[in-house]
């Protein structure tokens, strides 16, 4: 993790704001859902990628039921119809 230099602070309802120039590098849009992770003492913030359910993998992944299913754990299931 490099670290960039920039320093914000948090406001009296926990928000920051992401300078303009890594919100352009990273394709981050107004409205778009960010996954917060923590690492040890770190807190990443991540574009968030929907995930399959079943194998957590986020390659090919379709909504069905308002759940997330890859390709992989869709072709396995097809196997027991």
Same mark, same amino acid.
Request: glycine share 6%.
């Given at each position: 993790?490099?670290?960039?230099?920039?320093?914000?602070?948090?406001?009296?309802?926990?928000?920051i704001v992401l300078p303009k120039s890594?919100?352009?590098?990273?394709?981050?849009?107004?409205?778009?859902?960010?996954?917060?992770?923590?690492?040890?003492?770190?807190?990443?913030? *991540? /574009? !968030?990628?929907?995930?399959?359910?079943?194998?957590?993998?986020?390659?090919? $992944?379709?909504?069905?039921? *308002? /759940? !997330?299913?890859c390709s992989s754990c869709l072709g396995?299931?097809?196997?027991? $119809?």
């Amino acid at each position: 993790m490099k670290p960039m230099g920039v320093v914000r602070k948090v406001d009296q309802l926990g928000r920051i704001v992401l300078p303009k120039s890594l919100r352009k590098r990273y394709m981050m849009n107004e409205g778009d859902p960010v996954e917060i992770l923590v690492q040890g003492d770190h807190i990443i913030l *991540e /574009k !968030y990628k929907p995930r399959c359910v079943f194998c957590t993998s986020s390659d090919n $992944v379709v909504e069905y039921k *308002e /759940k !997330y299913i890859c390709s992989s754990c869709l072709g396995e299931m097809q196997q027991f $119809v």
